[in-house]
Nanobody, 121 residues
Framework: QVQLVESGGGSVQAGGSLRLSCTAS???????MGWFRQAPGKEREGVVC????????YADDSEAGRVTISHDKSKNTVYLQMNNLKPEDTAMYYC???????????????WGQGTQVTVSS
């Protein structure tokens, strides 16, 4: 079993930035790793993933300049950098690992507990 621990959430004003971190209890390789979010009353949805060979997949390609995912293998940590945050980005953010597909919730085996991001206008 792999434990994933997220951190870095918080409350920011629109236009601000946050970097979320997700540290795994052991090395994970050869699978998809991703960030998902769930707003109140809505289903969990994928944001961005790193594929096994290192390429990145976005739920919305137009977000590529505003949202960045990276993986520091030496620290077993995946990061989500979000810039120019908008109120609609408000959600609980979850990292996931052990995936067999990029942005499918059902494809992931390991999940963190989530970290809250709140963006005020």
């Amino acid at each position: 079993q792999v434990q994933l621990v997220e951190s870095g959430g918080g409350s920011v004003q629109a236009g601000g930035s946050l970097r979320l971190s997700c540290t795994a209890s052991r090395t994970i390789s050869g699978t998809y790793m991703g960030w998902f979010r769930q707003a109140p009353g809505k289903e969990r949805e994928g944001v961005v993933c790193i594929k096994p060979r290192g390429s990145i997949g976005y739920a919305d390609d137009s977000e590529a300049g505003r949202v960045t995912i990276s993986h520091d293998k030496s620290k077993n940590t995946v990061y989500l950098q979000m810039n120019n945050l908008k109120p609609e980005d408000t959600a609980m953010y979850y990292c996931a690992a052990g995936g067999t597909a990029c942005l499918s919730v059902r494809a992931y085996r390991h999940w963190g507990q989530g970290t809250q991001v709140t963006v005020s206008s």
